[in-house]
């Protein structure tokens, strides 16, 4: 059974990183592509990048040149870094795997909640 798990969460101060981190595990076949998601309270979930397994990716206007998306295809690892947070929370970031559309995915993880405070 496919497993998703994410790691990397906490608390950061505003114009802070943070790298989040992604595993996915109990596959007969890699994931051909990968992706992060986003939900601010009282927000619907947005896909923020992916990356696909030969290495192309994709993000969402809205963090273009912030966020950073990187994989270990070895390991079977996904990170995303965050830089320049601004004050949010608790957001919850979700690692999602097998891509079936734009955005949409078949297996997700838990997710991992970030606070950016000042």
């Known amino acids: 059974q496919v497993r998703v798990q994410e790691s990397g969460g906490g608390s950061v101060q505003a114009g802070g990183s943070l790298r989040l981190s992604c595993g996915v595990s109990g596959f007969t076949l890699p994931p051909a592509c990968m992706g992060w998601f986003r939900q601010r309270p009282g927000e619907e979930r947005e896909g923020v990048a992916s990356i696909d397994s030969d290495g192309p990716t994709m993000y969402a206007d809205s963090v273009k040149g912030q966020f950073t998306i990187s994989k270990n295809n070895a390991k079977n690892i996904v990170y995303i870094e965050m830089h320049n947070l601004k004050v949010e929370g608790p957001a919850t970031y979700c690692c999602?795997?097998?891509?079936?559309?734009?955005?949409?995915?078949?297996?997700w993880g838990q997710g991992t909640q970030v606070t950016v405070s000042s």
């Open positions: 999602a795997a097998y891509r079936t559309g734009t955005w949409s995915y078949k297996y």
